[in-house]
């Protein structure tokens, strides 16, 4: 038997995603940003190879014995080539760095990741396109070479720790740029008014 009193039932609305304003979810947003970022970086690092090569003096020298001999000063150009290598990757990678961090901002962690993983393709795209542009290695070719043959050197970075200043250089920009926002205050979330009908607290 009813006693006239009738009970309305409330549900939560079910949690949804968060979307951008576009409807699109923000997790492919940031997906999207992070192929931009490695996109971006790859062809910087082709770039950069180009201008290594063309900041480069090539040395010049000599086979003797089937060894491959240049002067002092071909001694320096040669060394200048890591130099240069460092110098153009430290800032492509601070610029490049920093401009991801400022302005793709859905996720930190996704735009960390393709920094890291954009960076390493560009300083392996740049020591591809500088080794293709430059003379082959003088080395290798004294071995088969007459003595008195002239011969140009070639671009190379032997060692490891130069090789990763491209990543350097970005993680670097990115720090930078993320301790350079942490006392910023994020905006405002305003909540959405209640529904009309919709019981309120006494």
Do not use: C, N
């Not at 309305?8 to 492919?28: C, I």
């Not at 920093?98 to 920094?115: C, I, Q, Y």
């Not at 393709?121 to 071995?143: E, I, N, Q």
């Amino acid at each position: 038997m009813s006693d006239g009193l009738t009970t309305t039932a409330t549900h939560d609305p079910v949690a949804t995603p968060p979307e951008e304003p576009s409807g699109r979810p923000l997790w492919q947003a940031a997906l999207v940003q992070g192929l931009a970022v490695v996109a971006v970086f790859a062809v910087v690092g082709a770039l950069g190879g180009w201008l290594w090569y063309r900041l480069w003096d090539v040395p010049h020298g000599i086979v003797s014995g089937h060894q491959w001999y240049t002067s002092e000063a071909g001694l320096r150009d040669d060394f200048a080539g890591t130099g240069w290598y460092v110098a153009i990757s430290v800032l492509a990678g601070l610029v490049l760095g920093g401009l991801a961090a400022w302005f793709l901002d859905r996720s930190e962690l996704v735009t960390l990741g393709a920094v890291v993983g954009g960076s390493v393709l560009a300083a392996y795209l740049m020591l591809r396109v500088g080794y293709h542009l430059s003379p082959p290695d003088p080395d290798l070719l004294a071995r088969t070479a007459p003595d008195g043959t002239k011969l140009d050197g070639a671009l190379r970075v032997d060692s490891w720790p130069p090789k990763g200043a491209f990543t350097f250089g970005a993680v670097l920009g990115l720090t930078l740029v993320y301790i350079s926002t942490l006392g910023q205050t994020p905006p405002e979330v305003h909540s959405a008014p209640p529904e009309a009908g919709s019981p309120r607290e006494g």
